[in-house]
T-cell receptor, first 112, second 113 residues
Framework: DAKTTQPNSMESNEEEPVHLPCNHS???????IHWYRQLPSQGPEYVIH???SNVNNRMASLAIAEDRKSSTLILHRATLRDAAVYYC?????????????FGKGTKLSVIP | ETGVTQSPTHLIKTRGQQVTLRCSSQ?????VSWYQQALGQGPQFIFQ???????GRGNFPPRFSGLQFPNYSSELNVNALELDDSALYLC????????????FGQGTRLTVV
C-alpha cells in the first residue's frame, strides 16, 4: 500500500475546529483514503473514508485535494473526547485482504 | 461499543510458551483481521480470515496462526513466545474484505517475561 505522511502531533483548543493533514503523493487511482482514531487504552475506531469527493458524517468531514495527493480530516468542534491518535490510511480497492497499513499517526491534544 | 470483544484483557506468559487469544466478532461479519501493536507504534497487520480461510498475511512468522469459526469467533495462536511478542493484540471484524468499516476490539495486552 502507498505511504502516508502526517505530523507527529497537533494541539487544539476545545470547541475550536481542527484540521488534520495527510500527504499521500504516491496514491493510486483505486486507493481509498481511510481515517481511524485510537483513544487511550482502546482499539482503533473508524472515523471516515472517501475516494475522490469530500465526505461528511456525524463524526467528521474529509476534504480530498483535487489531485488526491493530500487530504484533511476536519473535526468541526473539538471536544476533550477527541484527544486521540489519528491515522490516515490508504486502502486499495479490489480483491484481496482488507489490510490496513497504519503509520504512527498524529497525536491530537485538546486543551480545555 | 463496537460489538467486538476480546479475551483475556491482560495476559502474562513465559518465553517459549504458547498462547491463544480469542475474539468474538459482530454477528454477520465474515471477515476478521488480527493486528499487533507495540508500545508507541501503530498496529501492524498479522493476517485476515474470510469465511474461515486465511486470505491475507502480513510479515509475521508461521508461529503466528489463527482460526475462524462459523459462530463469528476467532483465535490467534502464538507458539514459542519471544520477549518481542509483548504487545497489544487487536482483532477487527468487518462485513467483507471490501472497503467497509472495520470494528476493533479493545485488545489483549500480552506480556512475555
Amino acid at each position: 500500500d502507498a505511504k502516508t505522511t502526517q505530523p507527529n502531533s497537533m494541539e487544539s483548543n476545545e470547541e475550536e475546529p481542527v484540521h488534520l493533514p495527510c500527504n499521500h503523493s504516491t496514491i493510486s487511482g483505486t486507493d481509498y483514503i481511510h481515517w481511524y482514531r485510537q483513544l487511550p487504552s482502546q482499539g482503533p475506531e473508524y472515523v471516515i473514508h472517501g475516494l475522490t469527493s469530500n465526505v461528511n458524517n456525524r463524526m467528521a468531514s474529509l476534504a480530498i485535494a483535487e489531485d488526491r495527493k493530500s487530504s484533511t480530516l476536519i473535526l468541526h468542534r473539538a471536544t476533550l473526547r477527541d484527544a486521540a491518535v489519528y491515522y490516515c490510511i490508504l486502502k486499495r480497492s479490489g480483491a484481496g485482504s482488507y489490510q490496513l497499513t497504519f503509520g504512527k499517526g498524529t497525536k491530537l491534544s485538546v486543551i480545555p | 461499543e463496537t460489538g467486538v470483544t476480546q479475551s483475556p484483557t491482560h495476559l502474562i506468559k513465559t518465553r517459549g510458551q504458547q498462547v491463544t487469544l480469542r475474539c468474538s466478532s459482530q454477528s454477520g461479519h465474515n471477515t476478521v483481521s488480527w493486528y499487533q501493536q507495540a508500545l508507541g507504534q501503530g498496529p501492524q497487520f498479522i493476517f485476515q480470515y474470510y469465511r474461515e480461510e486465511e486470505n491475507g498475511r502480513g510479515n509475521f512468522p508461521p508461529r503466528f496462526s489463527g482460526l475462524q469459526f462459523p459462530n463469528y469467533s476467532s483465535e490467534l495462536n502464538v507458539n514459542a513466545l519471544e520477549l518481542d511478542d509483548s504487545a497489544l493484540y487487536l482483532c477487527a471484524s468487518s462485513l467483507s474484505w471490501e472497503n467497509t468499516e472495520a470494528f476493533f476490539g479493545q485488545g489483549t495486552r500480552l506480556t512475555v517475561v
